[in-house]
């Protein structure tokens, strides 16, 4: 193993000259402290004469070598007087080719911009992007009128595939996180209605709850994380492997045979999910009930059927459709922004789940306010 | 240079992939300050060997004895410091494509070594010189360099450490001609200057002509001829008198 202790720049002053002797076997590890002592030695140096005794380097690695050169090129500049000896081996060879190859001058940092600068070109980017996205909604757009004036090439085995992926496959985790969600808002508002004898309301608040905000919600927060990110993921990796370059090339567009099969699946896909994420959502709700409360599910069903508006359950299932392409566009969107580097992938796939969720609240809140001031 | 000095000694290797058989009982040894090629049919297991001495793969059995150190049985310790001793340059540059050209260079000095920013970039400066390079390439993302750029990149990093032994897989793949006989000079003249022993697997014929000093042609899971061009081309061999007298004639 290396050792630091041994590796030292013994500096002497001799008549006219200040000698600078490398001990130890300075390997590019340890190179370190002879630097530091070098800086420290040239600081305090008042002599027209330097001698590099390089007597005990058995092998200069070309790290060393460098040093030794851009310190001589200092001193020739304050004429200072500087001889090398002891040099063993390849030593000369190496000498000569760091100075070469050397360059001193060379800046490979970005430059300091300043905050105005920055604020400035980071609101382009944003603006690019904004546009960008409106450009990639427009030809999206483009396609599906196509698509709908010739229904013949639409891709249907695509978009199956699609429902069965993101759809179906979607199922089991949906209803399950639903029927979880039940119980606990069933349960933390029927400690509440207890304290006042309205047991019997807990129906007209679960159903109304879960059919009309919960589900639909719930499902499309799942669905944003599960597609969203796996569509931002998957097309990402196919720009990078030119993929996506190899079907414009034979005439497949991307976005009929990529982008509308997945919008269209979750449009398809999305109230059937939530329909099942409302069954579940209101089971898991009358278990805590009969359990809880001692609210029989005869009874439970019998004050939801005169309770619970229909209209309820058809807004939910209305809001998915629109959930659906926020999703769907969103997470392909950012696919196709993938840049030609590995983190761009994560850096996209995470901006998509956070976006689509961020859009589905959004969404999901003008709903609140536009069909409650219609009276529904 | 001491000529003779073994630097790399594969004995009797022999690797498994679940039942099938790649290498049985694979012998070569590599000198101090040679450049040495791994020939074969593709398919032959000339980069799993190479993945195997660089650590990447395990073998069944045999002993592979690299820079004195048998990496079999190498401890973590000693098994980084080994890693520090060699530069590996992959078949696809695997440039990290969130650094620039520069701090991929960089990046082992800043991790290993408490060298001052200034120097750092000396040394940086000086490797992107000697492989090639301009100095403005630096700054750029490897995303924006052309592939015969990104292999000079990639062989600056895999030089940045000083190493002993350079490890290339296929060089010169997916390069034109014309980088690809800059790229072989290069590599001859690094060895030169620098004095470090080079393992490459190749397929490129002028390449193998050019650069390699000796050979080891593995074929049917064994070596079946080692030596110079020479040497290896007077062996009679199936896949020896294809490769050599279609390709050079």
Known sequence: MLDKRKVALVVTHEKDAVHFKIEGEPAIQCLDVIEKQLKNAVKRLNTKSVVWDLSCVKKLDSALALLIVKEIERAKNSDIEVLVTGMQGDAQKMLH??????????????????LFYDVGADTLVRLKSLNAFFAFFGQMSMVFLHSLYRLKMFRWKETLFEVYESGIKALPIVMLTMFLVGIVVAYQSSTQLKIYGANIFIVDMLGISILRELAPMLAAIIIAGRSGSSYAAQIGVMKITEELDAMRTMGFDPYAFLVLPRMMALMLMMPILIFFADITGIIGGMLIAKVDLGLSPTLFVERFIQVVHVKHF??????????????????????????????????????????????????????SIIFTNMGF | MQQSKKILEVKDVVTKFGKNLVHDGVNLHVNAGEIYGFLGPSGCGKSTLMREIIM??????????????KIEKVRRRAAQNLRMQWGVLFQSNALYTSLTVAENIALSLQEYTKLSPSMIKDIVAFKIDIVGLKQFDGTLYPSEISGGMKKKAALARALVMDPKILFLDEPTSGLDPISAREFDALIVKLRDLLGISVVMVTHDLTSIHNTLDRMAVIDNKKIVAEGTLNEVTKIKSPFIERFFDEGLR
Not at chain 1, 344 to 353: D, L
Request: charged share 15%; glycine share 10%.
């Open chain 2, 56 to 69: 990447l793969e395990q073998f069944h059995s045999g002993s592979i004895e690299l820079l004195g150190q």
């Open chain 1, 314 to 367: 058809w807004i939910g299932l209305f809001k998915g459709p629109f959930f659906a392409v926020l999703i769907a566009t969103i997470g392909i969107y950012r696919g196709l922004q993938v840049k030609n580097d590995t983190q761009s992938i994560g850096f996209n796939t995470t901006k998509a789940v956070v976006e689509s969720i961020f859009a589905v609240i959004i969404c999901d809140a003008f709903f």
């Open chain 1, 97 to 114: 080719m760091a100075k070469d190859h050397a360059h001193f001058e060379s800046e490979f940092a970005p430059k300091e911009q300043g």
